[in-house]
């Protein structure tokens, strides 16, 4: 068996086709059948089950496919390490990162990156924190960008910051005056508000339900979306109210702004991570970047 042989197996199962198989691999189909075939003489076994209309894999194919992922992905990590060794300078991370957090701390921290280390390629994944966990878990990431608690078990975490949870209400609302000189606004106020949150697979809706719920209460929730900014326009358009982590609280010039009010103590917070594979090598360049990234969440969170 050769190594190309497993990763043309791969594409096949992957696009569940030939043809397809062949053009992500730059390749003729003639030559990648011949491969095929050639791996399953050796084999002794069919790994497909091919007819005019669908390529499938056989219950032989599904093992092998098992198999031959873990082993290319363990080629995959020996070259990174061995190219670690040497050339200090160089290489490729693949950053996973939550659509709405990357966006407000991804910006301060890749160009910081960039300047440091101008040999490295950074390749962004964005998605949801279910999704992301499973790409991370798979070897489709490299490294994470996640806050606590994680629900995938093969994943390890390193925790790069601590984040305050504020409470969004809507301009002249009777929490608006609230601050944390008079001890905020307890969780089990908002019992009656409603709540405009996020939608289902976002990391941040199932901890806004989480807060209500050890709060004795389920939320009562009026409007859910995508996009935090559009939450956060509906709460200042009065709404409704909702809960917004502190680096993601709207900046001043925006023209629907909701009042940020402080929660009472214990002050609710999320944890930010960069989470990856357990067992997984990490790259000099990877180690860099966690580094990198904790450096200039600290110094945000000094400015702010």
Known sequence: ME?????????????????????KLHIAQPSLSQQLSKLEQELGVMLFQRNTSSVELTHAG??????????????????????????????????????????HLLPYVLPVFKETHPGIQITLLEDTSLNLEKLT?????????????????????????????????????PLASRTSTSGGVRMEELQEEPFIVLKKGQGFRKLTVGLCQEAGFEPKIVFESNNIETVQSLVAAGM??????????????????????????????????????????LSKAAEAFIDT???TLTSRMGQD
Do not use: C, W
């Open 62 to 103: 599904e093992s092998f496919i098992v198999h031959a992922r873990k082993i290319m992905d363990a080629v995959e990590q020996l070259r990174q390490e061995m190219d670690d060794i040497s050339k200090l300078r160089s290489g490729r991370v693949i950053v996973g990162s939550m659509p709405i957090t990357g966006s």
């Open 3 to 23: 190594l190309r042989q497993f990763q043309y197996t791969l594409q096949i199962a992957e696009e569940r086709n030939f043809s397809r198989a062949a053009e």
């Open 240 to 281: 409704g109210i909702t809960l917004v982590p502190r680096f993601i609280a709207r900046a001043k010039r925006s023209e629907l702004i909701p009042v940020y009010v402080p929660l009472a103590e214990p002050v609710p917070s999320r944890t930010l991570v960069i989470a990856y594979r357990k067992g997984r090598y």
């Open 293 to 295: 990234f904790k450096e």
């Open 137 to 173: 878990a798979s070897g489709g990431t490299d490294l994470s960008l996640l806050s606590l608690p994680l629900q995938e078990p093969s994943l390890t975490y390193v925790p790069i910051g601590e984040e305050q949870i504020l409470l969004a209400v809507p301009p002249g609302h």
